[in-house]
């Protein structure tokens, strides 16, 4: 359950910040909550806050790292975020060079205060293109290995995952969570933050953007809305693993079940007795040899209006599809997303989704995951179906609950 507090920190005229609260970070110093944060054209800044989070105080010294003096742009602030080593703190501004692309910059302090620019913190990965930028960086020890979250502004929220020593990040592996557009009418995940719990798991929260054009955003007032929290972890091989938290199972309602549903070649099939906005599925596939197959939710009677949720046996992807998600001329980004996925020999696919009014998110087997923002206009579009394309596919389970609302003021 979740409720709304005041704003945390706003723009006040005269201040270094007065030009925008950008993003960064928030962190506990010895039980004082702590924000670590990009003051718009001024450099990073620091605000502590209260126990209950409430009220919170700009640190009089802001910025704490300004920008460089011009010819001396060694580095540059940026979207921080910070950590505590032994007595030390180190803090990231995520940048870029001309000519390189994503970089970050490490810096050093004893009291939050005081700053030295101390290197670059990764160098080149030459198995992969270079990033435009590393944006909203979040930095942390995951299993064995060390992670780097952030968003590049050409393609949004992806990772590296590698080794952390001597203040150094050697990167090893790189991965994307946004396949589509990325901009504020993309209707994509576009930036991502984590927390650790106190369970010793680290959750993720993104920002989804709104799928409107910017005239439909200033008329409802309103932009942006968070995705479900995602638990991050690795498996024996270093790979990411992403799962919806087990308790978003307190929000689950009415519930039908199914099984052993059969899908011939090339059909199309309602599911009777679901409809439904607001929908957990849990639905595991045997792909038989079926070429493509999955489940469309958000379908409207005549088939005007639906949202493709499929699985590609030949490109070896997941396949979120908005094409045909709204008759709505505002919409601002009806492209398809493919991530990259590949069934083992011998397993099924296990698809858990998530439709919340305008979100749609969509695990794979807990090894990838997709989201969307779609906007149907059409009061009847809320029924589900089962598809196959070019050779049979089966259904071995299929669970389907209607959600409960996570603001106390809907719940009754």
Known sequence: VWKDLPIALSLNQGEPDEGGCYSGGAFDNDGVPTFIYYGKDAGNCIATGDDELINWKKHPANPVIPHPPKGQEEWEPFDPCAWRDGDTWYSLSGGSFEGIGDVAFLFKSDDLIHWDYMHLFYEGYESKPRESDCAVPDFFPLGNKHMLLFSSHARGPQYYIGTYRDHRFYIEKHGRMNYGDFNLESGNLSATITLKDDQGRRILFGWIAEGRKYRSQHEAGWAGIASIPRILSLDNENNLCIEPVPELEQLRREHRSYTNLQISSNTSGVIDGIKGDCLEIDAEFEPCDAKEFGINVRCSPDGNEFTRIAYNQERDCLELDPEWSSLSKEVGNLSIQRGPFKLRAGESLKLH????????????????????????????SLALSLFSQSGDAKVRSLNIWKMAAIWPTINT
Do not use: G, H, M, W
């Open 353 to 380: 989704i998530y439709c919340d009014l305008s979100v749609i998110e969509v695990f794979a087997n807990n090894r990838q995951c997709l989201t969307k923002r779609i906007y149907p206009v059409r009061a009847d």
